[in-house]
């Protein structure tokens, strides 16, 4: 029998938004129940500078909570989200199926990247 594999789903919201703060909580239950995959939360303005490409561009992130799902360290989904659990066990269960395809856009695979140096260095909730 082969291993799970590894998934990563990382919220990525900011610190003023009022619907980030209220999606907090549901990704967090979220977690609990899915101890397979790693749940972390990055705010966007503070890892500013960790998530700009080698050229100095930050992620067009301009809507909230955006979610960047990594299966075995390889983007599968990013994009915006509306802020229901609902979305993130269809995403999960699609992942476990491995019927979400890899993204190859550069962005994704940058931001992919910085996402998960981040949390190697412990810097994200």
Known sequence: MTAA????????????CTTCEAYRSTFDALAARHP?????????????????DDDG???????????LLL??????FFGTVLPHAAVV???????ARSALPRLSDPGSQVLA?????LQRSGALD
């Open 71 to 76: 299966q075995d360290g390889q983007p599968r």
């Open 113 to 117: 990247r910085a996402v998960q140096v």
């Open 89 to 95: 066990e269809r995403l999960l269960a699609e992942a």
């Open 36 to 52: 397979q995959a790693d749940f972390v939360w990055v705010d966007i303005e503070d890892h500013a500078d960790a998530l700009e």
């Open 5 to 16: 594999p590894s998934l990563l789903v990382a919220c990525l919201c900011a610190g003023w």
């Open 57 to 67: 561009h930050a992620p067009d992130i301009q809507n909230f909570p955006t979610l």
